[in-house]
C-alpha cells in the first residue's frame, strides 16, 4: 500500500508532468515566446561559457593527442621534460595559426564571392543527446548578424543563423535533419533540394528525375531572394552515390559536404545581400582524372611460309 | 527550497561546461552529455519528490538552453519522469546506491530510457528532430558508461552536502 509520503511525491510527479504538457501544448501554439527565453538563459549562461572556453583547446589538444601517449610513451616523456616551455608555446602557436588559416580562408572566399561578411568564433555546440546540430558564435545583432543569414566557412555552406541576440547567435548545421536548401548543379545548372540527414552525408534531390547525376559532380547554393537564408554561389559539396533507382519522378543522390562540420573554429555570416551571382566560381578547382599509362606495342610480323605469304601480298 | 537553489548553479555550471567544451570535441561516435549524466546520477541518490523536481528544472534549462531547437517543455517532461523513476530504483537499493559500479550501471540505463522516451515523444508530437536516435545513442552510452564512475565521487558528495543543506532546512 502506498505510504501518505509516496503519495504525495506521485502527485508531485504527476503536477510536473501535466505543467510540462501544458508548457509543450503552449509552445505548439505558438504562444511561448521562446527566443526571449532562450536569450534569457543564454545571458545567465554566458559568463560560466565564457569561463570554460579557456579550457577547451588543452582538452581539446589532450584528448587529440591521448592516443599517442601508449605508443611511445617513454620517448614522448623524454622529450616533453626537455621541451615543456616551447611545446606550450607551439601548442599556442599551433592554434593561432589553425585559427588564422580558417580566417584566412573565409575571408578569401568571402572575398571572392564579393559577399559584405562578419567573421566569427564559434564558442560552443550543441550536445548529441540535445539531437540537434547547432554551434552559437560570438557575433550577434549589434555585428549586423540576424536569422537567416548564410554561414560560411573557407570551404563553403556551414549552414543558417536561426536566432541571435545582442552579442551571440546560434546556427543551424546543414547536417541536421531539419536543415533544407536550394542547390545548382555546377556547370549543368539543374537545380535541386539538399538537405540534412542526421549522418555526415546529405541527401539531394532532383526535380527532374531524367538529368544526369554522376558521383564527383559538384554543386553550389542556388541563393534566396534578397540573399536570405543563403546568398547564390556559396560551395555545398560532392556526389558520393546516386541512386540509380528510375521508377520515381525525381532523382536522388548523396552529397558529402566541402566543410567538416565537427571541427569548425572560425567562420563567417554573410549579412549584406549578393548583387552579382557568382556561378561556379567560387568552387575549388576541379581534380584533374589521372590519366591512364597506356602501353604501345609494335610487333614486326615475322615473315611466313609461302602460301600466306602470297595471298598477304596481293 | 534552499536545496533547489544549491541545484540550480550546479546544473547551470554542467551546461555551460557541456555547450563551451564537451560538446565541441570531435569525440568518437558522439559527444558525451555531462549535464543529463550529473541529473540523472543526482536523482538516482535523491528522494523521488525532489528528485522528480530536479528533473523538471533540468529538462527546462535544457529545453531553453540557447542551442537547443525543440519545442520547450519536452524535455522537462522527459526528465521530470525518468528523474523520479531513477530516484525510485535508487531508495530500493539504499545504501548500495552509492557503489560506483551502480551509480554507472542505473545512470547509463536512466539515460537509456531518457533518449528513448525524448525520441518516442517526438515522434508521436511529429516534432522534428535535428540527429536521428540511432546516431546518437551508442556513442553517448558508451561515453556515459566510461564517464560516470569518474564523476560519481564529485556528484555523491555534492549530493550529500545538498541533503545536509535540506535536513537543516528541515
Same mark, same amino acid.
Not at chain 1, 17 to 22: F, M, N, R
Not at chain 1, 59 to 77: M, P, Q, T, V, Y
Not at chain 1, 227 to 241: A, Y
Not at chain 2, 138 to 150: F, N, R, Y
Given at each position: 500500500m502506498?505510504?501518505?509520503?509516496?503519495?504525495?511525491?506521485?502527485?508531485?510527479? #504527476?503536477?510536473?508532468?501535466?505543467?510540462s504538457?501544458?508548457?509543450?501544448?503552449?509552445d505548439?501554439?505558438g504562444?511561448?515566446?521562446?527566443? =526571449?527565453?532562450?536569450?534569457?538563459?543564454?545571458?545567465?549562461l554566458?559568463?560560466?561559457q565564457?569561463?570554460?572556453?579557456?579550457?577547451y583547446?588543452p #582538452?581539446?589538444n589532450?584528448? /587529440?593527442?591521448?592516443s599517442?601517449?601508449?605508443?611511445?610513451?617513454?620517448?614522448i616523456?623524454?622529450l616533453?621534460?626537455?621541451?615543456?616551455?616551447?611545446?606550450?608555446?607551439?601548442?599556442?602557436?599551433?592554434?593561432?595559426?589553425?585559427?588564422?588559416?580558417?580566417?584566412?580562408?573565409?575571408?578569401?572566399?568571402?572575398?571572392?564571392?564579393r559577399?559584405?561578411?562578419?567573421?566569427?568564433?564559434?564558442?560552443?555546440?550543441?550536445s548529441?543527446?540535445?539531437f540537434?546540430r547547432?554551434?552559437?558564435l560570438?557575433?550577434?545583432?549589434?555585428?549586423?548578424?540576424?536569422?537567416?543569414?548564410?554561414?560560411?566557412?573557407?570551404?563553403?555552406?556551414?549552414?543558417r543563423?536561426i536566432?541571435a /541576440?545582442?552579442?551571440t547567435?546560434i546556427?543551424?548545421?546543414?547536417?541536421?535533419?531539419?536543415?533544407?536548401?536550394?542547390?545548382r548543379m555546377?556547370?549543368?545548372g539543374?537545380?535541386?533540394?539538399i538537405?540534412? =540527414?542526421?549522418n555526415?552525408?546529405? /541527401?539531394?534531390?532532383l526535380?527532374?528525375? /531524367?538529368?544526369?547525376?554522376?558521383?564527383g559532380?559538384?554543386m553550389?547554393a542556388?541563393?534566396s531572394?534578397?540573399?536570405r537564408?543563403?546568398?547564390?554561389?556559396v560551395?555545398?559539396?560532392? #556526389?558520393?552515390?546516386?541512386?540509380?533507382?528510375?521508377?520515381?519522378?525525381t532523382?536522388?543522390?548523396?552529397?558529402k559536404?566541402?566543410?567538416?562540420?565537427?571541427?569548425?573554429?572560425?567562420?563567417?555570416?554573410?549579412t549584406?545581400?549578393?548583387?552579382?551571382?557568382?556561378?561556379?566560381?567560387?568552387?575549388?578547382?576541379?581534380?584533374?582524372?589521372?590519366?591512364?599509362?597506356?602501353? =604501345?606495342?609494335?610487333?614486326?610480323?615475322?615473315?611466313e611460309?609461302?602460301?600466306t605469304?602470297?595471298?598477304?601480298?596481293? | !527550497?534552499?536545496?533547489?537553489?544549491?541545484?540550480?548553479?550546479?546544473?547551470?555550471v $554542467?551546461?555551460?561546461?557541456?555547450?563551451?567544451?564537451?560538446?565541441?570535441?570531435?569525440?568518437?561516435?558522439?559527444?558525451?552529455s555531462?549535464?543529463?549524466?550529473?541529473?540523472?546520477?543526482?536523482?538516482?541518490?535523491?528522494?523521488?519528490e525532489?528528485? $522528480?523536481?530536479?528533473g523538471?528544472?533540468?529538462g527546462?534549462?535544457?529545453?531553453?538552453?540557447?542551442?537547443?531547437v525543440?519545442?520547450?517543455?519536452?524535455? $522537462?517532461?522527459?526528465?521530470?519522469?525518468?528523474?523520479?523513476?531513477?530516484?525510485?530504483?535508487?531508495?530500493?537499493?539504499?545504501?548500495?546506491r552509492?557503489?560506483p559500479?551502480?551509480?554507472?550501471?542505473?545512470v547509463?540505463g536512466?539515460l537509456?530510457?531518457?533518449? !528513448?522516451?525524448?525520441?518516442?515523444?517526438?515522434?508521436?508530437?511529429?516534432?522534428?528532430?535535428?540527429?536521428?536516435?540511432s546516431?546518437?545513442?551508442?556513442?553517448?552510452?558508451?561515453?556515459?558508461?566510461?564517464?560516470?564512475?569518474?564523476?560519481?565521487?564529485?556528484?555523491?558528495?555534492m549530493?550529500?552536502f545538498?541533503?545536509?543543506i535540506?535536513?537543516?532546512?528541515?
Amino acid at each position: 500500500m502506498a505510504t501518505p509520503d509516496k503519495s504525495r511525491s506521485r502527485f508531485f510527479l #504527476i503536477a510536473l508532468l501535466v505543467t510540462s504538457l501544458i508548457i509543450v501544448t503552449l509552445d505548439l501554439r505558438g504562444s511561448v515566446p521562446g527566443q =526571449t527565453f532562450r536569450g534569457i538563459t543564454n545571458t545567465v549562461l554566458a559568463p560560466f561559457q565564457s569561463f570554460f572556453r579557456f579550457f577547451y583547446d588543452p #582538452i581539446n589538444n589532450f584528448i /587529440s593527442e591521448a592516443s599517442n601517449l601508449g605508443r611511445s610513451a617513454d620517448k614522448i616523456n623524454e622529450l616533453e621534460e626537455r621541451n615543456a616551455k616551447l611545446e606550450e608555446e607551439l601548442s599556442r602557436f599551433k592554434v593561432a595559426t589553425r585559427e588564422l588559416e580558417q580566417l584566412k580562408d573565409v575571408l578569401d572566399l568571402a572575398a571572392a564571392g564579393r559577399y559584405k561578411s562578419v567573421p566569427a568564433r564559434v564558442i560552443a555546440a550543441g550536445s548529441a543527446a540535445g539531437f540537434s546540430r547547432t554551434i552559437e558564435l560570438d557575433v550577434g545583432a549589434r555585428d549586423g548578424v540576424a536569422t537567416d543569414m548564410t554561414v560560411i566557412s573557407g570551404a563553403g555552406l556551414v549552414g543558417r543563423v536561426i536566432s541571435a /541576440s545582442e552579442s551571440t547567435s546560434i546556427a543551424l548545421l546543414l547536417d541536421d535533419e531539419t536543415f533544407k536548401a536550394g542547390i545548382r548543379m555546377e556547370a549543368s545548372g539543374i537545380l535541386g533540394v539538399i538537405s540534412g =540527414t542526421g549522418n555526415s552525408q546529405l /541527401s539531394l534531390t532532383l526535380f527532374d528525375s /531524367s538529368s544526369e547525376l554522376n558521383a564527383g559532380d559538384r554543386m553550389v547554393a542556388r541563393g534566396s531572394s534578397n540573399s536570405r537564408p543563403f546568398v547564390p554561389g556559396v560551395p555545398v559539396g560532392t #556526389i558520393t552515390s546516386v541512386d540509380q533507382n528510375s521508377g520515381t519522378l525525381t532523382k536522388t543522390a548523396l552529397v558529402k559536404p566541402f566543410v567538416n562540420l565537427n571541427s569548425l573554429e572560425v567562420v563567417a555570416v554573410v549579412t549584406g545581400k549578393v548583387r552579382v551571382n557568382p556561378r561556379d566560381s567560387l568552387l575549388p578547382p576541379a581534380p584533374k582524372p589521372t590519366p591512364t599509362p597506356t602501353v =604501345t606495342v609494335y610487333i614486326t610480323p615475322t615473315p611466313e611460309p609461302s602460301p600466306t605469304k602470297s595471298k598477304k601480298a596481293n | !527550497m534552499r536545496k533547489t537553489l544549491f541545484f540550480l548553479p550546479i546544473a547551470l555550471v $554542467a551546461l555551460a561546461l557541456q555547450n563551451a567544451v564537451v560538446a565541441r570535441i570531435p569525440f568518437p561516435f558522439a559527444d558525451p552529455s555531462i549535464f543529463l549524466i550529473v541529473i540523472l546520477a543526482w536523482a538516482f541518490l535523491e528522494d523521488p519528490e525532489f528528485a $522528480a523536481l530536479q528533473g523538471f528544472i533540468a529538462g527546462l534549462l535544457l529545453d531553453l538552453n540557447p542551442l537547443s531547437v525543440g519545442l520547450i517543455g519536452h524535455w $522537462a517532461f522527459v526528465l521530470a519522469a525518468v528523474c523520479y523513476g531513477t530516484s525510485e530504483v535508487g531508495v530500493q537499493l539504499r545504501s548500495s546506491r552509492r557503489a560506483p559500479l551502480t551509480l554507472t550501471v542505473t545512470v547509463t540505463g536512466a539515460l537509456l530510457i531518457s533518449l !528513448m522516451l525524448f525520441a518516442l515523444t517526438s515522434w508521436l508530437i511529429s516534432a522534428e528532430q535535428g540527429l536521428s536516435f540511432s546516431r546518437t545513442t551508442p556513442g553517448v552510452l558508451l561515453w556515459s558508461a566510461l564517464i560516470t564512475p569518474l564523476l560519481s565521487p564529485l556528484i555523491i558528495r555534492m549530493s550529500r552536502f545538498a541533503q545536509g543543506i535540506g535536513a537543516r532546512n528541515g
